[in-house]
């Protein structure tokens, strides 16, 4: 699995959490936050995608990640 594998799953988790950015063209340096995701819908979107590629990882972890490529290049060190 690769990195862009992962940012392809993070992108159908946001969709699903949030549906208004269904027509949204996603870049990697998109931030969860400023697309309007609170807290409660970042930690649904990483928890999902955790599960959709059976991994375990502390959401701590994740944390450091500044935008959406970030986050899909931190789960690919740990995958």
Same mark, same amino acid.
């Given at each position: 699995?690769?990195?862009?594998?992962?940012?392809?799953?993070?992108?159908?988790?946001?969709?699903?959490?949030?549906?208004? #950015? !269904?027509?949204?063209?996603?870049?990697?340096?998109?931030?969860?936050? *400023?697309?309007?995701? =609170?807290?409660?819908?970042? &930690?649904?979107?990483?928890?999902?995608? #955790? !599960?959709?590629?059976?991994?375990?990882?502390?959401?701590?972890?994740? *944390?450091?990640?500044? =935008?959406?490529?970030?986050? &899909?290049?931190?789960?690919?060190?740990?995958?």
């Amino acid at each position: 699995m690769n990195q862009e594998h992962i940012f392809e799953i993070i992108i159908g988790h946001v969709r699903e959490v949030l549906p208004e #950015l !269904e027509a949204h063209a996603f870049q990697q340096t998109d931030s969860l936050r *400023a697309l309007g995701a =609170n807290s409660i819908d970042r &930690a649904d979107i990483l928890m999902m995608t #955790l !599960e959709s590629l059976s991994l375990n990882i502390p959401l701590p972890e994740m *944390a450091k990640a500044e =935008n959406i490529g970030e986050l &899909a290049s931190i789960i690919h060190a740990k995958a």
